[in-house]
């Protein structure tokens, strides 16, 4: 059974740092594509960073995200993380992961994605 739990969010101010991890288990990123997506109130869900099945290629960031955050893995493959760094209010959403089966590109649609987190929230006042 695919299970994806995240972990991590929290309240900062402008400029602070937070690392979002995601503990998946059920199955491998062999055949996965991982991405993090988010919400915001009133807004739709939204590609954040993601990298390919197997981890090939290079990990894609949106253009907001380039420069402020960081999408790694762990050493043996269960979790990916989300450095976050110099938030800005803006940041302000649920982030979730998300796994998608396939040995195609990586899609920055969320709904191509199989499988969700319960998502984590992230509040960035100012």
């Known amino acids: 059974q695919v299970q994806l739990v995240e972990s991590g969010g929290g309240a900062v101010q402008t400029g602070a740092s937070l690392r979002l991890s995601c503990a998946a288990s059920?199955?491998?990123?062999?055949?996965?594509?991982m991405a993090w997506f988010r919400q915001a109130p009133e807004k739709e869900r939204e590609f954040v960073a993601g990298f390919g099945w197997g981890g090939g290629g290079a990990t894609e960031y949106a253009d907001y995200a380039k420069g402020r955050f960081t999408m790694s893995t762990s050493n043996d493959e269960s979790s990916v993380h989300l450095e976050m760094n110099n938030l800005k209010p803006e940041d302000t959403a649920v982030y979730y992961c998300a796994a998608e089966r396939t040995r195609g590109p990586l899609s920055r649609w969320p709904r191509t994605y199989d499988f969700w987190g319960q998502g984590t929230q992230v509040t960035v006042s100012s």
């Open positions: 059920g199955f491998s990123f062999n055949s996965y594509a």
